[in-house]
Every structure is written in structure tokens, then in C-alpha cells.
């Protein structure tokens, strides 16, 4: 299937996509002036809505399978029948080698704690009590006789982490607050240029890493700026130096696929309501990464992923992410129904990539002209770079962020004015009131976050309304 470039992928197409979000085709609900403007959705970084699809399968799960696992009575089987089904799908958007690596949980920000914990007791990982770990190598050596092994053993001491300031806390707390803490290790932080369009350089985690590097911690993309980051360079520069890599892909996923084996990382999550689907988030783990793991379950419990999955998540959540999958492969179309449920995916994303980067050009161009407007972040548009998402975050000079979303509100577009969308670390660091002149420092920035379905007509109403205030 053909796709690319930035025509966008036809409004019949985008309207298919949208009758399947309940929130938007049911006339009944979620409009504005009486009923006759549609609310338009553009802060999907906070969350998206949710595909029809996956609103069926989990009242599939509440009405035919609400009962314990484990039984051999028809419902029990079914139950779990459809929570594997959710956890195959969690699979195929992360590429992962099978569904042992998947580890699900109520949000990005848990998982990531609970998987600091386990990595913190790991004795395989970092042994106690000083973080040393031995290495083994075996050389031959060829003589003209025989041919004889020499093996050597060395040790590694673990001293610091890497982590991004440009990430949400989630990525960075877990990781600061407890293995670094609990380690006693240095925590190194990667800045971002201080100086637009805030970018991180490689040659800076260059110097950073070394042989005492645990852990790198990035994220694909930032909530802020909407930079996507070259996380397969990081991944191949931390493996050089022996460290693991963790990647946030919250606010990368709902735009474009994933591929943990090509991107070849250690870790990465991500959460399921900003992917059009419910409050649950899911986690990938390295088999090879996984199986050193200390368990944080039940000591009866020693299996992968659940020896790192402690309590029950919400099951009717774990079966209904499977209709997101089903999204994926109604958006991909009858011609692909041949293909592979992941190429089927991919597919899928391509078009909402299509699509998106129609929206981004146009809005980019109209905020990044206007003379008052201070983007944070990339400010121009290139589809062959690749390195911008619909993600948006800017200030107006001489106005407050919350008399710039409230006028917006009248036009029935849903954008957001907050302090730093939990990115707080970044947005310290950028201290936008001290280098941005004509910054109000009052409340915060503004934020629009467009998804495939957001349409061009949205992104005209929303220009027409801010034209009218700036």
C-alpha cells in the first residue's frame, strides 16, 4: 500500500476513521453552541479518545467473561481467551519476540517503578553490595601445535545513570528515586541545547556515558518540544558502553510504530489511553534482560512478566486493548487483510503519519510566522526529516496561557494551558520567563496535540480563533 507525503489521506478516509471514535460521530454528545459544532479534540497528548473497537471488546470481557481465571468452565476459558488476545496486540505495537516481554500495569509511571525496584534487587544485574559485576570472556589461542582457550574474568563497577532532562517524570523519577538513590550512584543528566529548538546533542551523551553507565534513560519523543529523539543511535552508543537502555514512548506511539527489535532497546513503555485506547499502560522487557530480573510478585510467582506484574491489573482493560489492534486493522483496509497483523499496523500508521503531517505543516506554518508567537521546540516543517510531531507547545508574548485557551474555548476547540505537563524538569531548565521576552509567567504554556483524526477544517477553526485574539 502506497502512503506518504503530506497531502493528507483524503477527508472520506478521515471521516471513516472518525465514525469510529463514538465521542465524535454520536451527534448527541460532546458538541457545543446547541448542538451544532462538534467539539474539536486537539490535546490528545493528554490523552486521546477511544476507538469503537475497543470500547466493544471491553464490554464484550464485563458482560461474557467477568469471572475469576484459571477455571475450565466456558466463561473462565473465554476470559482468558480475551485477555491473551489484549496481551498479543501489546506485543505486535512493540515488534516484541513474544508475549513473555510484555508486562502490563495501570500506568507508565508505575511500571517504571515497579521495574526499578526489580532492578535495584537484581543480583544478576548489579550485584550487592558494591554494584560489581564479573564478566567472562574466553579467547582461543592458536599455536602451531594446538589450539588452547584462555579465559579472563574482569570486574565492573556501576557508578552512575544518564537520564534526559527533556523527560516526562516518569522516565526520570523512577530511576532518580530509587535505583540511583538506592545505589548510591551519580545521576548525569543530558541537557537540551538551552537555545531554540532545544535539541540533544550526541556528542554530549558521548561524554556523559562510560564504563560505570547503568542505565540510559530517553525519551522517543518529548511531550513539550514534539522532538523525536534518535533513539537507535543511544541505544547502540549505551550498548557500546555496556548499559541499558529505557525508552518513554508516550508521547511517540500514538503517531507512529514501534519496533523494540529494530530499535534494539532494553525497555520501553508506553500508555494505552493516549493510543486510543483505555487507562492501561504497557511495558516491554528484553528476554534476556527480563529473565536477571529479582521478582516483585508473590514468592510463589517466578515466571515472566508476572514475577514483575505484582497484583491484578484491570483484565477487562487487558482485553479491550485488543480493539485497538482491531483500529489499526480496519484503518489499513481490505487490501491489506492478506498481510501480518504487524504489517497491518504499519500500514495504519502510515496513513495517520500522512495525515498528520498535512496538519502539522499547516498549523506550524501559522503559529511559527506569527510575530508573537514563541513556539518551544522545532518551529519548521520537513517531512523528510521526520524529527517533529504534531505536538505543539508555545507561549503568546504579553498574554497568559489561560486567556489564550479560554478565547480558544469559545470555538469549541479543546486545547490546554498547564505549567509543564509533567515534564517539569525541562521546562525549569528552558526558564522560559527569563528567555523569552513578553513571557506571562503566571500559568504556564499552551499545548495543541493533533492525532490522524483531527482534520484540516479543525485546524482552520482553531487559526481562525487564535487570529482573532493575537
Known amino acids: 500500500v502506497a502512503v506518504g507525503g503530506v497531502g493528507g489521506v483524503g477527508g472520506g478516509a478521515v471521516d471513516r476513521w472518525r465514525g469510529l471514535f463514538p465521542a465524535m460521530s454520536d451527534g448527541s454528545r460532546l458538541r457545543g453552541a446547541g448542538g451544532q459544532v462538534e467539539w474539536a479534540f486537539m490535546e490528545n497528548a493528554g490523552g486521546s479518545q477511544v476507538a469503537l473497537p475497543v470500547q466493544q471488546r471491553l464490554v464484550q470481557y464485563l458482560i461474557q467473561a467477568n469471572v475469576q481465571l484459571g477455571g475450565t468452565y466456558e466463561h473462565s ?61 574466553t579467547t582461543p589461542t592458536t599455536t602451531t601445535t594446538a589450539t588452547t582457550t584462555t579465559t579472563t574474568t574482569t570486574k565492573r563497577l556501576f557508578t552512575n545513570i544518564v537520564v534526559s532532562n527533556s523527560e516526562h517524570e516518569a522516565n526520570a523519577g523512577a530511576w532518580v528515586n530509587v535505583l540511583a538513590k538506592a545505589r548510591g550512584w551519580e545521576v548525569r543528566w543530558w541537557k537540551v541545547d538551552s537555545k531554540p529548538p532545544h535539541l540533544l546533542d550526541l556528542s554530549d551523551l558521548d561524554s556523559l556515558i562510560d564504563e560505570g553507565t547503568a542505565l540510559v534513560a530517553i525519551t522517543h519523543a518529548s511531550n513539550i518540544l514534539g ?153 519548521d516543517f520537513d517531512a523528510d526529516r521526520r524529527d517533529r510531531l504534531p505536538t505543539i507547545s508555545f507561549v503568546v508574548r504579553g498574554m497568559s496561557c489561560k486567556e489564550v485557551v479560554r478565547h480558544v474555548d469559545k470555538s469549541y476547540c479543546a486545547i490546554k494551558c498547564n505549567e509543564h505537563y509533567y515534564a517539569k524538569r525541562l521546562l525549569d531548565y528552558l526558564d522560559l520567563p527569563h528567555t523569552v521576552e513578553g513571557f506571562t509567567a503566571d500559568d504556564g504554556i499552551v499545548r495543541i496535540s493533533l492525532v490522524h483524526y483531527n482534520t484540516i477544517e479543525e485546524v482552520e477553526r482553531l487559526i481562525a480563533s487564535l487570529s482573532g485574539l493575537i
Open 77 to 137: 476459558v473465554l476470559a482468558e481467551k480475551l485477555i491473551e488476545q489484549g496481551v498479543e496486540a501489546a506485543r505486535v505495537l512493540f515488534n516484541a519476540r513474544s508475549r513473555a516481554e510484555v508486562v502490563l500495569g495501570q500506568s507508565t509511571t508505575q511500571l517504571l517503578y515497579n521495574l526499578a525496584h526489580a532492578m535495584h534487587e537484581s543480583a544478576s544485574l548489579f550485584p550487592h553490595p558494591d554494584g560489581v559485576a564479573e564478566t567472562t570472556a
Open 227 to 379: 522532538t523525536v529523539n534518535p533513539v537507535k543511535r543511544v541505544a547502540e552508543m549505551a550498548h557500546a558502553k555496556g548499559a541499558l537502555i529505557c525508552v518513554d514512548g508516550v508521547a511517540y506511539t500514538p503517531h507512529r510504530s514501534v519496533d523494540v527489535q529494530d530499535l534494539d532497546v532494553d525497555f520501553y513503555v508506553f500508555s494505552y489511553y493516549k493510543v486510543y485506547g483505555p487507562h492501561i499502560s504497557a511495558l516491554y522487557v528484553r528476554d534476556s534482560v527480563m529473565s536477571q530480573l529479582q521478582r516483585i510478585n508473590h514468592f510463589f510467582i517466578t515466571a515472566s512478566p508476572n514475577k514483575i506484574q505484582p497484583g491484578a491489573w484491570s483484565y477487562e482493560l487487558g482485553a479491550s486493548i485488543a480493539g485497538v489492534q482491531d483500529y489499526f486493522e480496519i484503518v489499513a483496509g481490505e487490501d491489506a487483510a492478506t498481510h501480518s497483523a504487524r504489517e497491518r499496523l504499519e500500514i495504519a500508521y502510515k496513513r495517520f503519519e500522512q495525515q498528520e503531517a498535512l496538519l502539522l505543516k499547516r498549523l506550524l506554518g501559522y503559529l511559527g510566522s506569527h510575530p508573537l508567537v514563541h513556539i518551544v521546540g522545532i518551529k
